[in-house]
């Protein structure tokens, strides 16, 4: 099998694997090689659209992926192979791919999985840009999105049949932090032979919560959020945790002839990297959602200090929601470090620390005085961010999820007087004079 589009060289990635490095130095070693002609101790950029073939042989062999290399940076670059190499090692998989957004890296994945008349059972608790491209993107290319009543084994069970291609959960749901049973649902992809996928956004590319633990085969992350960490460009992640049978007769667009590669078949090729080989040759390939050389390296340096920043991040939002929950013009805190959240033993469970860095609060009054609070923040930003290292207060229901009609606002948790919370790097006591003074222009 060939070390498909792998540039790390195996002598330290054996060293590494050998050592077994602790997150906190994977997140600033992996994925990062010597520039031995210059001596450079940072990753370089590729800024370049297509690479040099040093024969024509030699291109043939690249295309018919018989022999590792770069192509074209829609497939591959160096800057983003050392991005993807870093994620896979803090998560512990067999390989990642780096795409242009979360977003896309939810399509690829399901569209790697699934195809016209199969299924994908998901929870309620979606993200609301999920949803849609859930409800109505992939059911006009004739994927069922089936939405389980609730994020429980048996919830999904009822809904899963011969068509059913993936299990899929976000391992907190956006914006009403509820935390599904992994373990659960771990196990009950395995009974049914399905994959089980993870959209591990909330997760922190594996610091908080790494759900290949528990039983998950692919995860989907938003680098975006807390792997950028500052808010300074898109990304996605896919990553392959190398524990499926794709041999079981379900995918045979990767255990059997590939149309486009002249009948390999890429389990057999690339074995246990199958499927995240799939999604590189054939997803960006053909959708061509790639990321630059420059966001990818924007990438390295956020994970560089991932751990760091999310720990304060973690401390902020205790602290902030231990004031809210004591406010007399807060209704409602949704946060999962709180005995009162369904999802608290789930959080303790699977979440380093108990909790996430963001939770959700429901403000006493009314729409127009929610709107008066929001807009009357000084520090915290009003985005659909979250994961930045500045502050975010956002409105659900009039962005994240404004798509979406009343039931299913209804059946997600969210009210107009609810708004999702995401602390930054800020001092938490800075931040609670902050809303302080919002809160007096809150009826």
């Known amino acids: 099998m060939p070390d498909f589009f792998m540039n790390f060289p195996k002598k330290q990635m054996q060293q590494m694997e050998q050592k077994n490095y602790r997150y906190e130095t994977l997140q600033v070693h992996a994925g990062l090689t010597p520039d031995e002609p210059t001596g450079a101790r940072g990753v370089a950029i590729y800024p370049t659209a297509a690479y ?103 919830a999904f069970g009822q809904l899963i049949d011969g068509r059913t291609r993936a299990l899929y959960v976000e391992s907190m749901g956006n914006p009403t932090c509820a935390v599904p049973d992994l373990e659960g649902l771990g196990a009950l992809a395995r009974q049914r032979d399905i994959p089980f996928v993870v959209d591990n956004t909330f997760g922190a590319a594996g610091y908080l919560c790494n759900p290949f633990r528990w039983g998950a085969n692919i995860v989907v992350d938003s680098a975006t959020k807390w792997i950028n960490g500052h808010g300074t460009a898109m990304g996605g992640v896919i990553v392959d945790g190398g524990n499926y049978d794709w041999s079981n007769g379900k995918f045979p667009q990767i255990d059997g002839p590939s149309e486009g590669y002249h009948g390999l078949n890429l389990h057999q090729a690339f074995g246990r990297a199958a499927f995240i080989v799939k999604c590189r040759v054939d997803g960006l390939r053909d959708l061509g959602c790639c990321p630059s050389p420059f966001d990818s390296y924007l990438m390295l340096l956020g994970l560089e200090t991932l751990s760091l920043r999310v720990r304060h991040e973690v401390e902020s939002t205790w602290k902030l929601a231990e004031y809210c929950r004591n406010h007399p013009k807060v209704e409602r805190v949704s946060f999962v470090g709180f005995d009162s959240h369904p999802s608290c033993a789930n959080a303790r469970k699977y979440y380093r620390f108990g909790s996430s860095a963001v939770f959700a609060i429901e403000l006493r009054g009314t729409l127009e005085s929610t709107v008066r609070f929001v807009e009357s923040l000084h520090l915290a930003a009003n985005m659909t961010m979250i994961g930045d290292s500045i502050t975010v207060v956002t409105h659900p229901a009039s962005t994240t999820h404004k798509q979406l009609g009343e039931a299913d606002l209804a059946a997600a948790g969210i009210t107009p007087t609810l708004l999702r919370i995401s602390p930054g790097l800020e001092d938490p006591d800075d931040l609670i004079e902050d809303f302080e003074q919002a809160f007096t222009h809150v009826g």
């Open 52 to 154: 040099r073939f040093r024969s024509c042989d030699h291109a043939a062999r690249l295309f018919e992926l018989s022999e590792a290399g770069n192509i074209y940076t829609r497939l591959q670059n160096p800057t983003t192979s050392a991005f993807e190499q870093r994620i896979a090692a803090l998560y512990g998989g067999v390989g990642a791919l780096a795409v242009s957004s979360g977003m896309s890296a939810i399509l690829l994945t399901v569209l790697s999985l699934a195809s016209a008349g199969d299924n994908i059972v998901t929870s309620p608790h979606l993200y609301g840009g999920t949803y849609n491209q859930f409800r109505i993107t992939l059911r006009n290319l004739g994927i069922d999105c089936r939405i389980a009543p609730a994020e429980t084994p048996e």
